[in-house]
């Protein structure tokens, strides 16, 4: 029976491949795109925040390694660029579904500074109509469902011995504790309710803020009350005592996976980053003794380290001032690109703070994008919680990798892809992409004008260190056993980040496998590949048209990203 089964699937397989053979390569991956994309795996309307069973993540496996196989029998050798292009993100993005269920990512719904529950916070939002309102409520009384789906992901985790460790849930409470409130009218989840939108009639009105209390009392609330009792009392007691990945079952495989794909690529292994980061950081603190040597400090690295993390004149004073001066260096920033770029986005950004009911997990700030059809703009959050811990001296290099030329020029450009670009293409985000661009520049940045001070001088080396030992520590954690005091050590006496940030990004680097390791890996493949166009171009070489060949395909993996550029010199001297 099992030999006749094997015959049946050789025969099919077979004949799809003589099928496919005989239609247009172009018209399929065409029609495999849209069916990938067209997959809604849940019903939106009845679960609004989202499905997260684990029967849901093996049929969104078992969907993807379909279309893997469809997409695996189409000749896409002699498509167009984009096309290639398009067939080499979306085998990427189905692998990654696979794995997501082939190594349980789903048990695990937790960070140091996130979680299942702490991401409701990014849903709350200014309501432009009735229809907003009540796509908004629908959320809101879905919470305790989505509560449910999660815990027992994360109860399964538990009885695997998949957890993060205890060490990182240091002031987690906050997490929940902040939603805890006697008055409904306190709770972050009906801020929205206290502006509403001006065309609403009265009875809307009455029956929207009758219908916010109710579930704000009775859905929210308590939701987050169990949330706590969940974490007190069942979860936190039965958290692993370990902090390497590598430490859980099938974890050394499973953080060989992360490797894969926060770097986009197979090519390296965990040891094999290890030493390219203790490279960069020998190379990164060779430059900082420089810059500390034309100041005439007197002292030792770690003495001019210890000034700069107590002079006050590297702090503000207030967190007005601190955004103050984060919206000036952007204005500045702002006014350069025409000179490196040739395409801009149309989506303007504003700096704001991070919002109080995240900003203690949080580390420096973030970039928090919107989709081209939003009427919202993208967003560089400042995070003023804990002044004494934002350093003034890095904030230009925090700028520009977040707002413009970073975060929010790549990804608004993303989005704004014209339609020969796929939809998923428009929304998708590689780390070693998009976090290696926003590293890149803050090197670029020095071509800017933007570091006018030997302080932010030192500022931008100190973030790109902080990048660096992020190879060290990661693999250190997670592949050679390090403890979370060797980490805090190592970043403390080669960075100058302040002892609180130095402390949350540790544990981030626990919580979060391998995502670290995207930021340097990206950014040294992209300085590589300028330096080889500058250097093979020579007076060919335009900075606006490079920037342009890495930008205008959107999000690509490095090997994509390496093609392109070989193609843009070889075409150069050709011509």
């Known amino acids: 029976m099992n030999f006749l089964k094997s015959i049946i699937i050789l025969i099919l397989s077979l004949f799809a491949t003589d099928h496919a053979h005989s239609q247009n390569p172009s018209t399929m991956l065409d029609s495999l795109i849209n069916s990938y994309e067209q997959h809604d795996g849940y ?27 469809e997409l695996s029998i189409i000749d896409i050798t002699g498509l167009p660029e984009t096309q290639r292009i398009s067939a080499e993100l979306l085998a990427f993005s189905l692998q990654g579904k696979i794995d997501y269920y ?3 990512h789903y048990l695990n719904p937790l960070l140091s500074d996130s979680g299942f ?13 009735y229809g907003q309102v009540k796509n908004y409520l629908n959320r809101l009384n879905a919470i305790p469902e989505f509560v449910d789906q999660n815990l027992e992901n994360i109860r399964e985790g538990l009885k695997k011995d998949v957890s993060q460790p205890l060490v990182i849930f240091k002031g987690y409470e ?30 809307q009105n009455d029956s929207v803020l009758n219908a916010a209390q109710i579930a704000i009392e009775t859905k929210v609330t308590p939701e987050f009350k169990r949330i706590k009792t969940f974490f007190e009392s069942e979860y936190f007691p039965k958290t692993r005592t370990t902090l390497g990945i590598s430490e859980i079952p099938n974890g050394e495989a499973y953080y060989q996976n992360r490797i894969n794909f926060y770097t ?10 290890h030493q390219i980061g203790l490279k960069e950081v020998a190379r990164i603190k060779a430059e900082m003794e420089q810059v500390i040597k034309g ?4 002292g030792s690295f770690a003495d001019f380290f210890h000034f700069l993390r107590t002079d006050k004149q590297f702090y503000a004073e207030t967190p007005e001032q601190l955004l103050m001066i984060a919206r000036d260096m952007a204005k500045r920033a702002d006014a350069q690109l025409p000179r490196y770029f040739k395409t801009l986005p149309r989506k303007p950004y504003g700096v704001a703070p991070v919002p109080e009911a995240i900003a203690p997990k949080y580390t420096t700030g973030r970039y928090i994008g919107t989709f081209k059809e939003n009427t919202d703009p993208g967003y560089y959050w400042v995070n003023t919680y804990d002044l004494p811990s934002r350093t003034l001296y890095t904030l230009p290099a925090l700028t520009v990798h977040e707002a413009v030329p970073g975060h929010h020029l790549q990804i608004s450009l993303n989005n704004e892809l014209g339609d020969s670009i796929p939809k998923f293409r428009k929304n998708l985000y590689l780390s070693a992409y998009g976090e290696g661009w926003g590293l890149y520049c803050e ?3 020095d071509e800017m004008g933007m570091y006018t001070t030997p302080y932010e001088q030192f500022g931008k080396l100190t973030y790109e260190m902080w990048r660096a030992c992020r190879l060290v520590v990661d693999t250190g954690i997670h592949a050679k056993g390090w403890t979370r005091e060797q980490v805090v050590d190592y970043m403390a006496s080669n960075t100058a980040l302040s002892l609180h940030e ?7 680097y626990i919580s979060w496998p391998g995502q670290a390791l995207s930021y340097k890996i990206g950014e040294l493949k992209i300085r590589e590949l300028r330096k080889k166009a500058e250097k093979e171009l020579a007076s060919m070489f335009d900075i606006r048209d490079f920037h342009e060949i890495i930008l205008e395909q959107g999000t690509v993996t490095l090997a994509i990203l390496e093609k392109r550029v070989d193609n843009y010199i070889q075409k150069l001297k050709n011509e």
């Not at 409701?120 to 432009?128: A, D, H, Q, R």
């Open 264 to 273: 986009t690529s197979t090519q390296y292994t965990a040891d094999d980053i």
């Open 443 to 445: 090197f670029l940045a």
């Open 502 to 508: 130095i402390n949350t990004e540790t544990d981030r």
């Open 295 to 298: 100041l005439n400090f007197e």
């Open 174 to 203: 906050s997490t929940y504790n902040d939603h805890i409130v006697k008055d409904y009218q306190d709770s972050f989840f009906y801020s929205p309710f206290k502006n509403l939108p001006n065309d609403l009639t009265q009875t």
């Open 117 to 129: 529950h702490s991401n409701l916070n990014y849903g709350v939002g200014p309501l432009s109509n």
């Open 102 to 104: 082939k190594f349980e």
């Open 43 to 69: 019903d939106n309307k009845r679960y609004p925040l989202g499905l997260y069973t684990k029967d849901y993540f093996k049929a969104e496996a078992d969907f993807a390694q379909e279309k893997l196989n």
